[in-house]
């Protein structure tokens, strides 16, 4: 089952205030993003209006009443008579992964950065604002969502109780510098927050931060100096 809810920006604060302390706690096999932009049309088109904040859940169920059971939670937002719209149906695995891809459509410039953190709503809802108010056309935005805290045994293995990502799209060269500056600008301006960055969502070549734990970033080079001494193969770009 699937669930979207599209409120307006003047309840962002409630809004990430009660997703931030009630996401974390939600049952495992539900997942819930926060994302601002441009509203979808079903054809993946941006509706015409002002940048909205969408709630997309998903929930994997064994029945449509366990899933609903489990959505749930979702009911005790604070602002729900507020959305503009409100929807929860079946959903496909095609249509789900159909949906992600109306997020960035083919066919522009993109340019993404991210951030894990740790801090609360106190810190967060303030520090967050700007970022989600000045998304700079109707195919960027801004998404977060809460992160299971399960241990990851991996080189890549900053996480953090929240996932923050910036995505700017445009079409005319003679804009990079604008739609760059946007991305990179509000990272950089939330770095005190930050544990570091996953990779996928990376803006190295214009803001390297860290994308391994300092344990696991000591084990990689150790290994890297045992099998291959003469660097025969490239390491990944370093602070």
């Not at 003047?10 to 601002?36: H, K, M, N, Q, S």
Request: charged share 20%.
């Amino acid at each position: 089952m699937a669930s979207v809810h599209v409120y307006p920006l003047d309840v962002y604060e409630e809004l990430l205030t009660w997703a931030i302390e009630t996401g974390p706690d939600l049952d495992p096999r539900v997942e819930i993003l926060f994302l601002a932009t441009n509203p979808r049309l079903p054809d993946g088109r941006p509706a015409p209006g002002p940048t909205a904040i969408q709630i997309i859940t998903c929930a994997m169920a064994s029945t449509e009443a366990e899933a609903l059971d489990i959505l749930s939670p979702l009911d005790t937002n604070p602002v729900i008579d507020s959305a503009l719209t409100r929807a929860t149906f079946p959903a496909t695995m095609d249509q789900m992964y159909a949906a992600v891809d109306a997020l960035e459509p083919s066919g522009h410039r993109w340019l993404a950065d991210n951030m894990w953190t740790d801090a609360g709503a106190d810190v967060l809802v303030p520090q967050l604002r700007e970022l989600f108010t000045t998304v700079p056309n109707e195919i960027s935005h801004v998404l977060w969502y809460p992160w299971p805290g399960h241990p990851i045994d991996a080189a890549f293995s900053n996480t953090g109780r929240f996932y923050i990502a910036a995505y700017a799209g445009w079409d005319d060269p003679a804009q990079d510098d604008a739609y760059v500056g946007w991305v990179t600008g509000q990272m950089r301006r939330l770095e005190p927050l930050s544990k570091g960055i996953q990779l996928g969502d990376e803006n190295l070549v214009n803001r390297p931060w860290r994308y391994l734990a300092e344990d696991n970033e000591r084990r990689l080079e150790e290994l890297r100096e045992q099998y291959d001494p003469h660097g025969r193969f490239f390491g990944y770009l370093r602070l």
